[in-house]
């Protein structure tokens, strides 16, 4: 297998630190974002959409998405459980997931890639996109403090899938200018430790 990765991704990042909790390691290729490198006909033919991360399997085929990815390894790799071992537990780390995600990752996303000099040029920036997903990020960060006061993580005791995807996301947050308030204590405890742990920096 093949991870085509790229370094500074939030997508990608998610990846790398499951792949580091799993212990897991296997081939991976930086891609050349700036330079065009996921634009190619090689790349296009692994993943049409022209985006990071992909999986290539040892047949030739690819898996793009970065929960899907986890979602392989993770039936691959089951050991340590990052996404749930009983159907409630699945479904309940998936719920927190899909909420990180949705709310909170794509929020910063979206702020990135309307205010970046990494996007200026590439795609038309709208700088009030920026700004109302900054807000929207915030709204997020305030709900998921009140969340996380009485637990350790996001969706209980144990370290999951959801607790990277928000902590990649809180990662590029800083990129916009989206740190975390020092009134948000929880969520400093919480993204504290989440930062502190050895595959942080995967």
């Known amino acids: 297998m093949i991870l085509h990765d790229l370094a500074a991704g ?9 792949l580091a909790e799993k212990g897991v390691s296997i081939e991976r290729r930086e891609m050349d974002a700036a330079g065009g490198a996921n634009a190619t006909p090689e790349f296009i033919r692994l993943n049409p959409l022209g985006k990071l991360p ?8 690819a898996i793009a998405e970065s ?7 993770e039936a691959m790799h089951p050991d340590p459980p990052l996404m749930g071992r009983t159907p409630r537990e699945v479904a309940d780390i998936e719920m ?24 200026r040029g590439r795609v038309e920036q709208i700088p009030e996109v920026a700004s109302w997903a900054r807000g929207r990020a915030l709204e997020t ?15 209980g005791e144990d370290y999951t899938i959801a ?8 990662v590029l947050g800083k990129a916009v200018g989206l740190r975390i308030p020092t009134e948000m204590s ?9 930062t502190a742990r050895p595959t942080a920096r995967a």
Do not use: K, N
Request: contains cysteine; aromatic residues 12%.
């Open 67 to 73: 929960l899907a990815i986890c979602r392989f390894l």
């Open 186 to 194: 929880e969520l400093s405890r919480w993204f504290t430790e989440v």
């Open 141 to 155: 960060m305030t709900w998921l403090d009140h969340e996380l006061a009485g637990r350790r993580h996001i969706t």
């Open 54 to 61: 992909v999986l290539e399997l040892d047949d030739g085929s």
């Open 10 to 18: 939030m997508h990608p990042r998610r990846v790398r630190i499951f």
């Open 163 to 170: 607790d990277i995807v928000a902590q990649c996301a809180l």
């Open 96 to 119: 927190w997931a899909l909420r990180v995600d949705h709310e909170l990752s794509q929020m910063i996303a979206l702020a990135f890639v309307h205010s970046s000099d990494f996007y």
